[in-house]
């Protein structure tokens, strides 16, 4: 059950889920006069930094062009939810069901990752300034296809681990 949307929509739509610390580096990341964005938007190209937010909480914070489709795989996780904020830039994301996917790679417990073979009956959808998109354990997804061409695209990604969520 992946949630996609403008940030501030979202965050509002998940008021209730004591979600504070993760909204609030997301506010940071967004204002240009934070240190959070100016760090982001600073970042070299192919960047892929480690930042903590709390003792259970970190984002990785990423720099890097969209590309084709086919340079890139579906993935899931067990122990973390992906939150996706795009900070500058576009990228189309994909988005499919675990049950309906055949495993490419069998889960990686120290990098929380299962990797599946492609298809092309994912749903597809365009992830721009200030949109995030959730994914939750059972949400395979596809991360850095270009839209129309290579973008350069800033991203943090939190990963927030599953009981914290509950």
């Known amino acids: 059950m992946a949630i996609i949307g403008n940030l501030y929509k979202i965050e509002e739509f998940l008021s209730d889920k004591n979600l504070d610390a993760v909204f609030e580096y997301f506010r940071q ?11 982001i938007l600073e970042r070299p ?10 003792d259970e909480i970190f984002a990785l914070e990423q720099v890097y062009y969209t590309k084709e ?9 067990r122990k973390y939810i992906d939150f996706q904020l795009i900070v500058r830039g576009n990228e189309q994301m994909e988005y499919i069901d675990i049950d309906k996917l055949e495993i ?5 417990e120290v990098k929380d990752l299962i990797t599946y073979k492609m298809t092309d009956i994912t749903s597809k959808f365009l992830l ?17 296809p270009k839209v ?8 943090t990604v939190i990963k927030l681990p599953m009981e914290l969520y509950r």
């Open 29 to 39: 990341a967004l204002d240009r006069k934070s240190d959070v964005y100016s760090r």
């Open 104 to 108: 490419d790679c069998h889960y990686d």
């Open 45 to 54: 190209l192919g960047a892929f930094e480690k930042v903590k937010i709390t």
């Open 128 to 144: 721009q300034e200030h949109d995030i998109a959730i994914f939750f354990p059972d949400d395979a997804h596809i991360g850095l």
């Open 69 to 77: 489709r086919e340079k890139c795989f579906i993935e899931s996780h």
């Open 148 to 155: 129309d061409h290579p973008e350069l695209v800033y991203k």
